[in-house]
Each structure stands twice: as structure tokens, then as C-alpha cells.
């Protein structure tokens, strides 16, 4: 009997294919499991979907795979490369629903069997959760590729919602981020909520130094590669927990050696090797909170799902809580040059105060780093952040600012929005009765108030709007739009490119 081919790529060449074989986890592998096997006693679980979040590498498409393959199910897959419409998540239902039916044909074939519907990576789903029209679905489905109605993710969402309610198979996400798939805006909660009611959340976690370790091991005593213990130390020390990873570099490392790998191979994999991760914010803060070294966190912020601006934000909120009075009074200084730097791209072409702005508060926080931080640290999203993010409150202020300044919507929501936020927040000084900049850009008394979180209904709102109007327009009561920067005259005070020369 010829011997099986066995795949050129490590990752496959050793995928697990059992239970028994997969590392890390431990707890969530049971809870899948015990979710799984309900299905496999024929009965239908409360909530009939199941969504795997966590970090990439850490074996969440592989559970699904190996324990379908274990009970000799079906899997029916639908991954982010393809369409992922209303109509095309129909279509794997229907897929999983014909197998299911196909399958009890078979003089082989078990009561229990089933079909496993796999959405990988759901959290790149796009769009809202709107539905789109029975009839749209339907001809979506019966067209060819050259008459589709939908295309893209159109409705995607609102069928997953309606295949979770009704499937009679198991339903199986994964994905990197939730918070991709509720949605950034105000209703996110809504969301979240309206897709955990229907499916169960298992959060997975990196791998640990000893499951990487075990798979090392395994993967290079069949391959017959040796490995020094303190270079095996070095390539788990660069590596954050994601299998996948580990099993590559381990490939590469391969390819260069002479059936040992020394340490310096090691070091020359890590300084050629870029991870292509994101790490979420949550974690790149406690981690930052953490390190005692300046260059360390610094990469770690590069390396966050979030831009030095909104770091920025994030730092300043989550000192107050994690630092010491004198700690805070250390790195103030940074954090104000820190916002000043990144200011500039208002100004002037000075790109390197992004390297500057993100830089400077991490030495800072490095600087200060004692005992007080090195216990488990509580990282908060910023309240000052989550104001403005009501429909009521932004809608049509930030449509009015849009048109006015003549750009996007998206560009008044990222720059000027927490500028003006800031403005008229009272503990920074702000006063719901100061109308000058409300007047000076052109906004009404009724965005005004959507400034300052007061909600039109109020009693306070009704003083306010007559005193807006009893003071009269401002000295202008257009927007006011700055000259391009090559007719402004340079100020001293500002940060400009030479600055960091």
C-alpha cells in the first residue's frame, strides 16, 4: 500500500486530527466539547451557535475540523475569502440541511450524524445588521455569478442571526475580534447581545510557554531536527502564543540548519521575521503597564490594534487609576509634548511626530514603572472616549460640521470631534453657558447641547437655549476654515518638522 503523501507545509503536515493531539486550551476544548456532544445525543442545545473568539494561531478553525472529523460529521465552510451575503449563508445552510437529510440514506449512517456549518473568521463579516428583502435573497440564489443581485456581505449578518435562531445543524463561528462583529457604534451592545443569545462565546487565550514547548518537541523529533534548550527558550520567548507561528518558524529554522538548530539561527530568524499581529488594546496596555523597558513598550504600541492618537487617549485615561499622584506628576510633562507632536499633522507635513507621539509616553510610563504596577493592572475604556457616540447626539451635528468644512464625515469624527469634545467638557474647563466656539464655527443651540451630553428634554436644556439666543451670533457665525498651511506664518510655540531633526 503506497504511504500517504504528506503536505509540504508544516502547519498541515501537522494539524491536529484529534482531541488528544491539540495543546492549550484545556478548559475551552471541554466546554466545545460538551456542547458538541449534546448535538451528538440528538438533541438541540439552547443557543445552536457557537463562536470561538481569540487571537490568531491558537487552534479555533482546528477544534472545529477535528472534532467534526472525530464523529464522522460533515463540515460545510464558508471563510472570509469568499462572499458571505444573506444569500450565500442561505446557501450553506441549505448545504448543511441536504447532507443532513443524504446521510440518513446510507445503511452506514448513524441517527446522530450531522453537518457542521463553519464560519471562519466572522468577525471580518461587514455591514450592519439590516436585512435585506426575501426577494433579493431568493434571486440571489438562483442567479448565475454574472446576474447577482447581492454581493460583498450585503445582509450577511442578519441571516447568520436568522440561521442561528433556526438551524437544526450546529452553526460554528470563529473570530479574532467581537468587537469587529457587533459593530464600533453606539449599538454595539445591542448587537453583541442579539448574537449571544443565540450562540455561546468560548474566549480563548494565547498558548503558554509549556504547550508551545510540547509541540515544538513533537514536530521536530519527527522530523529529526535537534534543537539546543536555550535556543528552543529563544524561539518561544519571540513568539506570543500562536501555534501557527511556532510550527513555520520552526520550518524555516529547517531549511537553513543542518538537522540542529543553534542559537544563532535563532536570532537571525527573529531579526528577518515581522509577526503580522495586532495586539488588542486591552492587552497591549497591561502588558505596557507591565514592562519596565522603554523600547519594549514602544514596540508594544506599534504593535496595538490602535494609532498613537488613540493611545494617547487610552494612556491618559488609565494612568489615573494605575499610577501614583507622583508618578502621574512625572509623566506629565511627556504626555502634554506627546499630544502637542501629534497635533502637527494639522499643520505641516511632520510625520515623524507620530514616531515622537507614540514614542514619548511609553519612555514615560517605562520611567515610572515600580511595584505599584507590577500586580495584575485594571485597564478601562475611556469614558470621555464613549461620549458623543448616541445617535441623537452626532447624526446631524456631525453631517452639519461635514458640510461646512467641506470634508468627510469620517474625518470630522476622528479629528475634530474629541478636539471639540475636550473643549466643552467641565472638568476641563468647559461651561455649558461659554457659547463662543459653538458660535464661532457656526452650530446651533441644539448642537450645543448635543456637545455638552444634554439632552434637548431637560430642563437646564430650555435655559441654556435661550440664553444662546438672547447672546446673539458670535463675530462670525460661518465656519471658519484655515488658510493651507504654505500661506500661514510659522509659529514658534508649534511643533514642526525641524523640531525633530
Same mark, same amino acid.
Given at each position: ?7 509540504? !507545509? ?11 493531539? %491539540?495543546?492549550?486550551?484545556? !478548559? ?94 466572522? !468577525? ?117 502564543? !500562536? ?78 487609576? +494605575? ?6 506628576? #512625572? ?18 507635513? #511632520? ?46 451635528? +456631525? ?51 448635543? %456637545?455638552?451630553? +444634554? ?9 441654556? %437655549? ?36
Amino acid at each position: 500500500m503506497e504511504e500517504a503523501i504528506r503536505p509540504d !507545509d508544516w502547519t498541515e503536515r501537522y494539524r491536529p486530527t484529534t482531541l488528544s493531539e %491539540m495543546e492549550g486550551n484545556g !478548559d475551552k476544548l471541554r466546554r466545545v466539547k460538551l456542547w458538541l456532544d449534546i448535538w451528538s445525543a440528538g438533541k438541540v442545545p439552547k443557543k445552536r451557535g457557537l463562536l470561538l473568539s481569540g487571537p490568531p494561531g491558537v487552534g479555533k478553525t482546528t477544534l472545529a475540523h477535528t472534532l467534526a472529523k472525530e464523529r464522522g460529521w460533515t463540515v460545510v465552510e464558508l471563510n472570509a475569502s469568499e462572499q458571505r451575503n444573506a444569500a450565500a449563508i442561505r446557501g450553506s445552510a441549505t448545504r448543511g440541511s441536504q447532507n443532513f437529510s443524504l446521510e440518513h440514506f446510507s445503511m452506514e449512517s448513524d441517527a446522530t450524524s450531522r453537518t457542521v456549518i463553519l464560519l471562519d473568521e466572522v !468577525d471580518h463579516l461587514s455591514g450592519g445588521f439590516a436585512k435585506v428583502s426575501e426577494e433579493r435573497i431568493e434571486k440571489t440564489m438562483g442567479a448565475d455569478d454574472d446576474g447577482a443581485v447581492l454581493r460583498g456581505d450585503s445582509g450577511g449578518k442578519a441571516e447568520l442571526l436568522n440561521l442561528l435562531r433556526n438551524t437544526k445543524n450546529p452553526v460554528i463561528m470563529t473570530c479574532n475580534d467581537p468587537m469587529r462583529l457587533w459593530g464600533r457604534g453606539g449599538n454595539w451592545r445591542s448587537n453583541r447581545d442579539r448574537v449571544l443569545r443565540v450562540s455561546e462565546n468560548v474566549i480563548f487565550d494565547r498558548v503558554d510557554r509549556s504547550d508551545l514547548r510540547r509541540i515544538a518537541l513533537r514536530v521536530l523529533d519527527s522530523e529529526g531536527v535537534g534543537i539546543d534548550p536555550e535556543s528552543l527558550d529563544a524561539l518561544i520567548d519571540g513568539n506570543p502564543g !500562536d501555534l501557527r507561528a511556532l510550527v513555520r518558524d520552526l520550518q524555516s529554522l529547517s531549511c537553513v540548519v543542518d538537522g540542529h538548530i543553534e542559537m544563532s539561527s535563532v536570532q537571525d530568524l527573529s531579526d528577518s521575521v515581522v509577526r503580522d499581529s495586532q495586539i488588542n488594546v486591552f492587552n497591549s496596555l497591561k502588558r505596557a503597564y507591565t514592562t519596565r523597558s522603554g523600547a519594549s513598550i514602544s514596540e508594544i504600541v506599534r504593535n496595538s490594534d490602535k494609532d498613537p492618537d488613540e493611545m494617547l487617549a487610552w494612556f491618559a485615561w488609565n494612568n489615573q487609576s +494605575i499610577m501614583a499622584s507622583s508618578s502621574l506628576e #512625572a509623566v506629565s510633562g511627556a504626555m502634554c509634548k506627546s499630544d502637542s507632536f501629534l497635533a502637527t499633522k494639522f499643520t505641516n507635513r #511632520a510625520f515623524r511626530s507620530w514616531y515622537w507621539g507614540s514614542a514619548l509616553p511609553a519612555q514615560a510610563i517605562a520611567s515610572v514603572s515600580k511595584a505599584e504596577s507590577e500586580n495584575e493592572v485594571f485597564v478601562s475604556f475611556p469614558d470621555f472616549l464613549r461620549r458623543g457616540g448616541e445617535s441623537w447626539r452626532t447624526g446631524s451635528l +456631525i453631517s452639519s460640521l461635514s458640510g461646512g468644512f467641506g470634508t468627510s464625515r469620517a474625518s470630522i469624527r476622528e479629528d475634530l470631534w474629541p478636539t471639540l469634545l475636550a473643549i466643552h467638557n467641565s472638568s476641563l474647563g468647559g461651561s455649558e453657558s461659554d457659547f463662543s466656539v459653538a458660535k464661532k464655527i457656526g452650530l446651533s443651540a441644539e448642537d450645543h447641547l448635543a %456637545m455638552h451630553g +444634554i439632552p434637548k428634554s431637560s430642563k437646564s436644556a430650555k435655559v441654556i %437655549m435661550e440664553a444662546f439666543g438672547e447672546e446673539g451670533p458670535g463675530e462670525s457665525a460661518e465656519i471658519i476654515v484655515s488658510k493651507p498651511v504654505d500661506d500661514q506664518v510659522e509659529d514658534e510655540t508649534q511643533s514642526t518638522l525641524d523640531r525633530f531633526g
